[in-house]
């Protein structure tokens, strides 16, 4: 059964700062991995994909790598600003031989960027 | 880029009613949906699955007869909370995607269900 974990679970770090947000999963046959911003009450706003085959995406100040081997992506941001503040989810798409794939989200981590 | 609209967008209702949700992808055909449920400050967790023309696929614990799902077109699936209870109130998000597997996943805005 896949899992997904993230940690932390919430952070907080004055604007400028660059910052790292770790995505782990137990289950390596996965066709790919997203990273997700959701602003409170409010539906997901995609921000990269990673295909299985890939290693890594970027957008802006954003940067995703995966490490399908050892069930890890990691979502870099550079220079953070207060905008970016809002909890960051990461979701894999699972390979299920028997029935629809399946997606699996992470609990998230809460960002606050301080001015 | 692709857009998911969902309606409404907020809805209260009493108990015992049904209410039904809208998931319309706008400029794209969908052939895979996903209904999930997000408790508040939790994460998604996915509902059900399903293809056009197809019976959904349910997750373990979630009720079929409560929670009836319908994907009768390539850019419409519905999902109706039947005889509602308050511990139904939560916040429905819809997902669609073209093919599944390698397909980004494009999200609605979510509905807010109330059950009074």
């Known amino acids: 059964k896949q899992e997904v974990t993230q940690i932390p679970a919430a952070l907080s770090v004055p604007e400028g700062e660059n910052l790292v947000l770790n995505c782990s999963f137990t289950?390596?046959?996965?066709?790919?991995l997203q990273w997700f911003r959701q602003d409170p009450g409010k539906g997901l706003t995609s921000l990269l994909l990673?295909?299985?085959?890939?290693r890594e995406q970027t957008s802006g100040r954003l940067n995703a790598s995966l490490d399908k081997s050892s069930g890890r992506s990691t979502l870099y941001i550079a220079a953070s600003q207060p905008g970016d503040s809002a909890t960051y989810l990461c979701?894999?798409?699972?390979?299920?031989?028997?029935?629809?794939?399946?997606?699996?989200f992470g609990p998230g981590t809460s960002l606050s960027v301080i001015p | 880029g692709a857009v998911v609209s969902q309606h409404p967008s907020w809805v209260i209702c009493k108990s015992g009613t049904s209410v039904k949700i809208e998931c319309r992808s706008l400029?794209?055909?969908?052939?895979?949906m996903f209904w999930y449920r997000q408790f508040p400050k939790q994460s998604l967790m996915l509902m059900a699955t399903?293809?056009?023309?197809?019976?959904?696929?349910?997750e373990q614990g979630v009720e079929k007869d409560k929670f009836l799902i319908n994907h009768a077109s390539l850019t419409l699936s519905t999902l109706t909370v039947t005889s509602a209870h308050p511990e139904d109130s939560s916040f429905y998000i819809c997902?669609?995607?073209?093919?599944?597997?390698?397909?980004?996943?494009?999200f609605g805005n979510g509905t807010r269900l109330t059950v009074t």
């Open positions: 997902s669609a995607s073209v093919w599944g597997g390698n397909s980004p996943l494009h």
């Open positions: 289950d390596s046959a996965i066709y790919n």
């Open positions: 990673i295909q299985s085959s890939q």
């Open positions: 979701a894999v798409t699972s390979i299920r031989k028997t029935s629809y794939d399946k997606v699996i």
């Open positions: 400029d794209f055909q969908a052939t895979t």
């Open positions: 399903s293809n056009e023309g197809s019976k959904a696929t349910y």
